[in-house]
């Protein structure tokens, strides 16, 4: 279960930093909403399973509110689930 969490985490923060930093500019700079719309379906699915991922992570490897919350937060900022995936994931 680690290895697909550690994917699924790498691909949401991936996902996530492409749709702030590549299609939302272009979105709003050029006035073209495609690669919004081509990039936020799998951003959003890939969100999606990245917070249940954690939530089933807390109860099989005894991670304490802290560290839930540490984990599932990270989905939220840039660059965050590279950093879960570093702290947290990676040592299990």
């Known amino acids: 279960m680690i290895n697909l969490f550690r994917l699924i985490a790498i691909l949401e923060g991936v996902s996530y ?28 699915i890939l969100f999606i399973i990245y917070i249940i991922f954690s939530a089933l992570g807390k109860y099989k490897y005894n991670w304490d509110i802290k560290e839930f919350f540490i984990v599932s937060a990270a989905s939220l900022i840039p660059f965050g689930t590279f950093y879960a995936d570093r702290k947290y994931l990676k040592l299990l």
């Open 17 to 44: 930093i492409l749709l702030l930093f590549f299609a939302m500019p272009i979105k709003y700079l050029l006035d073209d909403p495609t690669y919004v719309k081509l990039l936020g379906m799998p951003h959003g």
